[in-house]
């Protein structure tokens, strides 16, 4: 799939579930109403929208939420995806706190990635953010999955308190471990309009400051728009997702599946196609094919989170319901 724009669409992130078992401070309202268990696009129908998306190109997938791990049949989502839809690479964003007792189905079901969210390595920070008082199991969760040989990511969004931005534990994972630590700068979507980010420039500045010699990684390109950074004498490396400070927008590849069932062509904008109806009236492969196509031909040419104003509606959910 080729959009307006030259860009070739390669990728989708399937939010498998809009609840979530944390409350993210910049994420999740303390309650919310779930969308109803039959608004959710069920194993069959994600996998109806793989096979015809691999047909078109897709050849990543990353599975998300919500908290995709509080919705049982995880792994035999993965085996279908790869083994049935023909997915080349199929990975999944978690908060971890589930991770454990999922990671023998993962791995059998061959799990090509996965990516941690962590804030904070500190126990008082975390739960500040998160709710959540056990950042030390999800430490060990990280532990265990690299253990497994999982290729693991950990993704931080570090908020502007006015204070040293708090990276320096964080990467320091990554001096012993083979992971990547990447900073993700904080999108004005849902409650992060209500929060401060720090600039991923400024980040790298103090990194750059704090350890000799380093160097940009371009062997690390992913099939994301992450740039990555070696540190000397470390194991891991580090990446910044820099949306807000460098947008990435004219190397986009990807598209998103609601939970509901929206297919959305860009993170900051409302607008989008409602493949659940097609799904659930005629349903047909070519059907879903035109849907998918008419998602890549509505990508816009950029998001426009730090212009002034926006030429059609935007976004107006939560990241939870959409899939960060
Ligand atoms: N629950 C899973 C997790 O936390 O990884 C998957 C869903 S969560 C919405 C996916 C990612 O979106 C998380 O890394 C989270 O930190 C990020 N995120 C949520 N709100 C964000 C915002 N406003 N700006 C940038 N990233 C955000
Ligand atoms: Fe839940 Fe992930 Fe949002 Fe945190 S970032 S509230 S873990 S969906």
């Not at 061959?110 to 709710?131: M, Q, Y």
Request: proline share 5%; with cysteine; net charge neutral.
């Amino acid at each position: 799939m080729i959009d307006l724009y030259n860009r070739s669409i390669d990728y989708m992130r399937i939010s498998v579930t809009d609840r979530c078992n944390l409350r993210c401070i910049y994420c999740m309202p303390e309650t919310v109403q779930p969308l109803p268990a039959e608004e959710l696009l069920s194993y069959e129908e994600m996998t109806r929208v793989c096979i015809e998306g691999s047909h078109l190109g897709i050849r990543f997938i990353k599975l998300t939420g919500g908290e995709p791990l509080v919705r049982d049949g995880i792994p035999a989502l993965v085996d279908e995806l790869k083994r049935k839809a023909g997915i080349e690479r199929v990975s999944l964003t978690t908060n971890g706190v589930l991770l454990p007792r999922h990671l023998d189905g993962l791995c059998s079901a061959g799990i090509d990635g996965i990516t941690v969210s962590l804030d904070s390595l500190d126990p008082e920070r975390f739960k500040a953010t998160t709710g959540y008082a056990h950042v030390g199991d999800i430490i060990a969760a990280i532990h265990e999955s690299i253990a497994r040989n999982i290729r693991v990511k950990v993704n931080a969004v570090l908020i502007d308190d006015g204070g040293k931005p708090a990276w320096r534990n964080l990467a320091e994972l990554a001096r012993t471990l083979p992971l990547a630590v990447r900073f993700i700068e904080m999108m004005p979507i849902g409650y992060g309009s209500v929060f401060h980010g720090v600039r991923n420039d400024v980040i790298l500045e103090q990194i750059r400051a704090s350890y000799a010699g380093v160097i940009e990684d371009t062997t690390m390109k992913g099939a994301g728009p992450a740039v990555y950074y070696h540190i000397p004498g470390f194991k891991g490396c580090i990446g910044f997702i820099s949306a807000m400070s460098h947008s990435f927008c004219h190397i986009c590849n990807r598209i998103r599946l609601t939970a509901d069932g929206m297919l959305k062509p860009c993170l900051c904008y409302a607008d989008g196609i409602d493949l659940k109806a097609i799904l659930r009236s005629e349903g047909s492969g070519g059907a879903i094919r035109q849907a998918l196509l008419d998602a890549a031909a509505l990508k816009p040419a950029s998001h426009c989170f730090t212009k002034p104003q926006a030429q059609k509606p935007l976004e107006q959910r939560l990241m939870s319901a959409i899939g960060g």
